[in-house]
């Protein structure tokens, strides 16, 4: 019998949590991978090291046409198949709301949240003709609780949860399901918590790009509705809705306030 095919896409596949993803969906029986990101000799060699059918599209996310240059290449490529969007491209800069102002805060929506939403609306005629299929938003804890001097990032990442549990609902009976990843402090080419990594006390609060592969897998494939990386992080996403006055008072003191959660390569598209 022959095996079934699928048609993986992961943005920000060049480095970080894409390029683990890649490598993870690379193991699945008759995967075939589609990889986006700015870098294309980055994506070439990433593609070249996979043991799965694999090509790629070198593009810029925020620009215009990206969206359509994507479809096109899978529908050249993969017939217009598509079993699993892996929406992980993502940025961060850190900075006060005084520092930045607007500007700060839609630059942070233009690759987090806008492009995410154009992408997908692009591809969605896609996924559905292909179901059952899947999408996986790489959001993160921030998009859950805010500290200083991450407000615009986290504004993205709570506009991606909010919109994701909505497309969730409309496209269940379409036979699309939509996941969704939260990754708290993960070790990536943008952001190596070097400082967290060091103390014992800490150490574990940072994740590896590989774990978060696994669990895009369980939102994605596996069905499941949503995970946290690591796991514990949800604890702070349950005690801002219970005590909102205590995390507040934790979160605004000390060293919380001079971190920046990262997604898939903090400061840069993967």
Sequence with gaps: MSQQRRVALVTGASTGIGKA????LSREPGTELVLVARREELLREVA???????????????DADAPERI?????????????????NAGAAWRGSFAEGGYASVRRHMEINFDAVVRL?????????????????????????VSRARTGAYSASKFALIGW????????????VHVGMVLPGFV???????????????TRWIVSEPEKVAEAICE????????????RPYALAAISRILTPSLVRRVLSGGAASSLTTSTGGDGEQS
């Design 164 to 175: 994701t549990d909505s497309l969730y609902a409309e496209e269940k009976p379409q036979g």
């Design 187 to 201: 070790r990536t080419e943008g952001f190596p918590a070097t400082e967290l990594r060091e103390k014992a006390l």
């Design 71 to 87: 479809r096109a290449h899978l529908e050249a490529e993969h017939a217009g198949a598509l079993h699993l969007l892996v929406n």
């Design 21 to 24: 993803t890649a490598n993870r």
């Design 120 to 144: 997908t609306e692009a591809l969605l005629p896609l996924l559905r003709s292909s179901a059952p299929s899947a999408i996986v938003n790489v959001a993160s804890t921030a998009g859950r």
């Design 48 to 62: 070249e090291s996979l043991p799965c059918p694999a090509s790629y599209v070198a593009v810029d996310l925020t």
């Design 219 to 230: 939102a994605g494939p596996g069905g499941k509705a949503e995970r946290y990386v690591p």
